[in-house]
């Protein structure tokens, strides 16, 4: 599975739009995107997931580069409860999904 | 439906003592897993299984063992505890092998001194 690279950390006002980068040069064609976040110390939890065009639900959009070689998740209106460690993952599809968990960018919401 | 349910949430062993960490998940998922998670870190994964009777190792098995013998239950056994296990274990299952999505557990914290 590709590797990822994330910052480490960032910050957003409450209320702005969070916009988390993700960097992934040598993601392949059957590998998809995925994001999860690690609020605290809780499990991990499931936000979205894309191959190559974007993708949006009731938490999150992810935004894929044509090239497929980086991403963006954006949290349209962040609040203080999404503060947390996000995740970038890369997955082959047609394994068992053994997602790799990188180190992942903490995001700090502030008033 | 409850997901994903680790058992103990809190566990102190001593060097060398056994212990199990229980999960179960009653969503009918046939894949399960087990991560570990060092303070600072990402999650590294120890063992999954893709169905009842059938386990495989992840990233980091040594110093552990599991069994599937039901869909529900998939236990995680330390058997000789060492100082390099203390973390916070995960329990996770999804659906199929195409999906992403991985339900995961709230997590059982162990301190081996």
């Known amino acids: 599975d590709a590797k990822t690279t994330q910052p480490p950390s960032m910050d957003c006002a409450e209320g702005r739009a969070a916009n988390l980068p993700c960097n992934h040069s040598?993601?392949?064609?059957?590998?998809?995107v995925y994001w999860y976040r690690q609020i605290h110390s809780q499990g991990p939890q499931y936000i979205i997931h894309g191959l190559k065009n974007n993708e949006t639900n009731e938490m999150a959009s992810l935004i894929i580069t044509e090239d497929r070689k980086s991403s963006t998740l954006i949290l349209p209106h962040a609040t203080l409860r999404d503060t947390a460690v996000y995740y970038c993952?890369?997955?082959?599809?047609?394994?068992?999904?053994?997602?790799?968990f990188g180190t992942g960018t903490r995001l700090q919401v502030t008033l | 439906n409850a997901g994903v349910t680790q058992t103990p949430k809190f566990r102190i062993l001593k060097i060398g003592q056994s212990m199990t960490l229980q999960c179960a998940q009653d969503m009918n998922h046939n894949y399960m897993y087990w991560y570990r998670q060092d303070p600072g870190m990402g999650l590294k994964l120890i063992y999954y299984?893709?169905?009842?009777?059938?386990?495989d190792k992840g990233e980091v098995p040594n110093g552990y063992n599991v069994s599937r013998s039901t869909t529900e239950d998939f236990p995680l056994r330390l058997e000789l505890a060492a100082p390099s296990q203390t973390s916070v274990y995960f329990c996770?299952?999804?659906?199929?092998?195409?999906?992403?999505?991985?339900?995961f557990g709230e997590g059982s914290r162990l301190t081996v001194l």
């Open positions: 299984s893709v169905g009842a009777g059938i386990t």
């Open positions: 040598t993601i392949s064609g059957n590998e998809y």
């Open positions: 993952i890369v997955r082959r599809t047609g394994t068992a999904s053994k997602l790799t």
């Open positions: 996770a299952s999804s659906w199929d092998r195409a999906a992403g999505e991985l339900f």
